[in-house]
């Protein structure tokens, strides 16, 4: 368990230092896990990695996402001075990436179930090369054998607790090839995972077999499922309304849309950056020192559209 966490914080820190997958603080004694509620069982969960739901009631607790291994038991207080006394029976995890899923060996060893797309697993026992073929790239180890999700599932699987049927549906080809969102119809809340992240041009994992196709039909199914008043949980960033996720989805297509356009015209990556093709979403989506500058969203882009050609 210690060497564990050693290879985690060793993680994070190669993470912030290559200006990685949103940086975080890797000093986890100094992480402070915060609660707000979203809805009568429902509550959000922040400190380091991804967004945390908690889905709360006599029957226990499902989480979506974990964050990092050292922060368990501090997310097991959090949950305690909301209220939630009940053991975390279940927890699903969105996608493979480590800010997301390295709580998955303390949770499971004290008795909680995760649950994830097939395609997740296969990516958690192998380990690889986190990145968007270029700019962005992280190697990640394979996980211990007690930190694969015990139930896998291919397209989609409910969860039926504490009188919400939590919906985990997968969108193929999206953040990644194995993502998972979470819909709490009777909270009115969704989380996205990374589909759809508020720290400006989202990451895509075109080496994880993620692409903004399937990014974008994610969010387009999103927003046709759910009625408006939904509250969506991003994978990192504030909880956000329909509106604001209608808005990322637009720039998602208007900016695929160019892209795609400037593929079939035989333009190379090299002249998309240098003629500024995305420039327009800069100010919006590019703050200083971005996780996913203008040209790392444009070389994602450029690997979805070539990859998915190959594909
Ligand atoms: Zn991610």
Redesign the pocket.
């Known amino acids: 368990m210690r060497e564990r966490w050693v290879v985690s914080a060793a993680s994070v820190v190669a993470l912030v230092a290559s200006g990685a997958?949103a940086a975080q603080e890797p000093d986890f004694s100094k992480v402070e896990i915060k609660s707000s509620q979203l809805a009568p069982n429902l509550y959000l969960l922040t400190g380091a990695g991804g967004n945390i739901a908690a889905a709360t009631g006599a029957e226990g607790v499902l989480l979506v996402d974990d964050q990092f291994a050292p922060l368990a038991d501090k997310i097991r207080a959090a949950l305690k001075s909301a209220g939630a006394e009940q053991p975390v029976r279940f927890i699903v995890n969105t996608?493979y990436?480590f800010?997301?899923t390295d709580g998955n060996l303390p949770w499971q060893q004290a008795g909680a179930v995760v649950i994830a797309q097939e395609n997740l697993r296969t990516r958690l026992a192998s380990g690889g090369v986190i990145g968007n073929g270029g700019a962005i790239a992280h190697e990640v180890k394979p996980v211990a054998a007690g930190a694969l999700p015990i139930l896998t599932y291919e397209q989609e699987i409910t969860v039926h607790l504490n009188g919400e049927d939590a919906r985990i549906h997968h969108y193929a080809h999206a953040?990644t090839d194995g993502d998972s969102v979470v819909f709490f119809p009777r909270a009115a809340a969704v989380h996205m995972g990374?589909i759809y992240v508020r720290y400006g041009f989202p990451?895509i994992?075109t080496n994880g077999g993620g692409s903004v196709q399937g990014m974008l039909a994610a969010c387009e199914d999103v927003i046709k499922s759910v009625p408006e008043d939904t509250k969506v949980i991003p994978?990192h960033g504030e909880v956000a309304s329909i509106s604001d996720l209608r808005e990322y989805a637009k720039m998602l297509a208007d900016t695929s849309a160019l892209v795609a356009k400037a593929v079939k015209a035989g333009k190379t990556l090299k002249q998309m950056q240098d003629e500024k093709l995305l420039g327009a979403w800069s100010a919006r989506y590019s703050p200083a020192k971005a996780f996913v500058d203008t040209d790392a969203f444009t070389q994602s882009l450029y690997n979805s559209y070539v990859k998915a050609a190959a594909r």
């Open positions: 997958l996608h990436h800010d997301h953040h990374d990451f994992d994978g």
